[in-house]
């Protein structure tokens, strides 16, 4: 059964870092994109950033453009999310997931994406 786990969160002061890590079991990493969400209390899901498992092409929102890298290890089946210089507003729960068939998941919509994780709490604040 596919299934996707997320970790890595935790509490971090602003201007610090945390690498979250997206484990997939069920299926192989090698052949598919990997998406990273998050959802902030009161606001709807966004999607942050892609990967193809592939070739490795990443795909960014605007607002976590050299600040956040997606990287994947397929021998390890795993996707990361190294995060620096995090704000406040970055504070979520971050969830991976992956794109329904025939969809381009360069969109980062949550719609198009699917087998979320249980996801991880990040918490930027002094």
């Known amino acids: 059964q596919l299934q996707l786990v997320e970790s890595g969160g935790g509490l971090v002061q602003p201007g610090g870092s945390l690498r979250l890590s997206c484990a997939a079991s069920?299926?192989?990493?090698?052949?598919?994109?990997i998406g990273w969400f998050r959802q902030a209390p009161g606001k709807e899901r966004e999607g942050i950033s892609c990967i193809s498992t592939r070739t490795g092409s990443p795909c960014y929102r605007d607002s976590v453009k050299g600040r956040f890298t997606i990287s994947r290890d397929n021998g390890k089946n795993t996707v990361y999310l190294q995060m620096n210089s995090l704000k406040p507003e970055d504070t979520a729960v971050y969830y991976c997931a992956v794109p329904r068939p025939f969809i381009n998941p360069l969109r980062l919509l949550p719609d198009d994406y699917t087998y979320w994780g249980q996801g991880t709490q990040v918490t930027v604040s002094s």
């Open positions: 069920g299926f192989t990493l090698d052949n598919d994109y």
